[in-house]
Nanobody, 127 residues
Framework: QVQLVESGGGLVQAGGSLRLSCAAS????????MGWFRQAPGKEREFVAA????????EYGASVKGQVTISRDNAKNTVYLQMNRLKQEDTDVYYC????????????????????WGQGTQVTVSS
């Protein structure tokens, strides 16, 4: 199976930026979409971004489009989420996820489209 470990979260002032990282280890897949989700206490997990194994296809949640950029470096087994112009509403636990299915621009936006999840990294935006 795949192990995912998020890092890069922390405290940042409103308007600032963070780059989250997700390091993957263990089993590899021929088709390996990766995604980022976020979740606040008492709320459902929300889609943020997804990227195909090759990096040639990406999807973004409507609420963050233009604010975040997803990328990956397969040589480092790492996926990144660059977050800009952060606001208090972006305060959440951010989760990295990996799928074994072929990339689908609709499936990667769903929680049930993924097979493996990290433990999350906290992002707190202050003002």
């Amino acid at each position: 199976q795949v192990q995912l470990v998020e890092s890069g979260g922390g405290l940042v002032q409103a308007g600032g930026s963070l780059r989250l990282s997700c390091a993957a280890s263990g089993r590899t897949f021929s088709s390996h979409p990766m995604g980022w989700f976020r979740q606040a206490p008492g709320k459902e997990r929300e889609f943020v971004a997804a990227i195909s194994w090759s990096g040639g296809a990406t999807e973004y949640g409507a609420s963050v489009k233009g604010q975040v950029t997803i990328s990956r470096d397969n040589a480092k087994n790492t996926v990144y989420l660059q977050m800009n112009r952060l606001k208090q509403e972006d305060t959440d636990v951010y989760y990295c996820a990996a799928a074994s299915a072929y990339y689908s621009n609709t499936l990667v936006q769903r929680v049930d489209g993924y097979d493996y999840w990290g433990q999350g990294t906290q992002v707190t935006v202050s003002s």
